[in-house]
Nanobody, 127 residues
């Protein structure tokens, strides 16, 4: 399995921005589609965004479309989540996940589609 470590979380005011990073190690990063999920207290883990192995195809949850951008740098074995115009409802622990696939289009949105997970990073948006 690939090992994943997230960073970049923190406290931000509503309307602000944060960029999360997820560094991968242990396997060939470009063999994996990558995803971001989040989990708020008392709620199920929910899909945020995903990107295919090359970075050429992305997928977003409706709740973040137009505000968040997922990207990856295969040379740095890192996937990013740029979060703009943050809202209090974006408050959650954000998790990075990896799925072993080089499919050209990313269709993965369920937690069970991903085999490797990071430990999570807290994002808190104050109103």
């Amino acid at each position: 399995q690939v090992q994943l470590v997230e960073s970049g979380g923190g406290l931000v005011q509503a309307g602000g921005s944060l960029r999360l990073s997820c560094a991968a190690s242990g396997r060939t990063f470009s063999n994996y589609a990558m995803g971001w999920f989040r989990q708020a207290p008392g709620k199920e883990r929910e899909f945020v965004a995903a990107i295919n192995w090359s970075g050429g195809n992305t997928l977003y949850a409706d709740s973040v479309k137009g505000r968040f951008t997922i990207s990856r740098d295969n040379a740095k074995n890192t996937v990013y989540l740029q979060m703009n115009t943050l809202k209090p409802e974006d408050t959650a622990v954000y998790y990075c996940a990896a799925a072993f696939t080089i499919a050209p289009y990313v269709t993965l949105t369920r937690p069970e589609d991903f085999g490797s997970w990071g430990q999570g990073t807290q994002v808190t948006v104050s109103s």
